[in-house]
C-alpha cells in the first residue's frame, strides 16, 4: 500500500522552530517531486514548498521565503521541511504530497498524506 506519513507537527510559540517529515512506505520517493501544502480553517489548500526528485530544484511560497527550507533524503526516504521564525499565520495542517511532475499546485501530486497539525501561539 503506497503511503505518506508525516510528523513533527505540534505547538509552539512564535518565533520558534519545528521540522516536518514525510516517511514514504510501500514505495520509493526517488523518482517523485514532494510538495508541502497546507490548509488552515476556512481558507484553501495552498502551497507551501516543494522539490525535484534529485533535490536540485525547489520552490517556497513568498510568505516563507527565508524561514522554510525543504529537504530531501532518498536514502531514508523522506522529506523534511524546516520551519523556523515561526508566525501565527503558519497555523494550519500540512500536508504532504508525490507527485511525477514539479511544481506548487496541488493537481500536480497524486498522492497525499494525512496532514500534521501545526499550531503557532503564545
Known amino acids: 500500500q503506497l503511503q505518506l506519513v508525516e510528523s513533527g507537527g505540534g505547538l509552539v510559540q512564535p518565533g520558534g522552530s519545528l521540522r516536518l517529515s514525510c516517511a514514504a512506505s510501500g514505495f520509493t520517493l526517488d523518482y517523485y517531486a514532494i510538495g508541502w501544502f497546507r490548509q488552515a480553517p476556512g481558507k484553501e489548500r495552498e502551497g507551501v514548498s516543494c522539490?525535484?526528485?534529485?533535490?536540485?530544484?525547489?520552490n517556497y511560497a513568498d510568505s516563507v521565503k527565508g524561514r522554510f527550507t525543504i529537504s530531501r533524503d532518498n536514502a531514508k526516504n523522506t522529506v523534511y521541511l524546516q520551519m523556523n521564525s515561526l508566525k501565527p499565520e503558519d497555523t494550519a495542517v500540512y500536508y504532504c504530497?508525490?507527485?511525477?511532475?514539479?511544481?506548487?499546485?496541488?493537481?500536480?501530486?497524486?498522492?497525499w498524506g494525512q496532514g500534521t497539525q501545526v499550531t503557532v501561539s503564545s
Open positions: 522539490i525535484s526528485s534529485s533535490g536540485g530544484r525547489s
Open positions: 504530497a508525490a507527485g511525477v511532475a514539479f511544481g506548487p499546485h496541488p493537481d500536480l501530486y497524486d498522492y
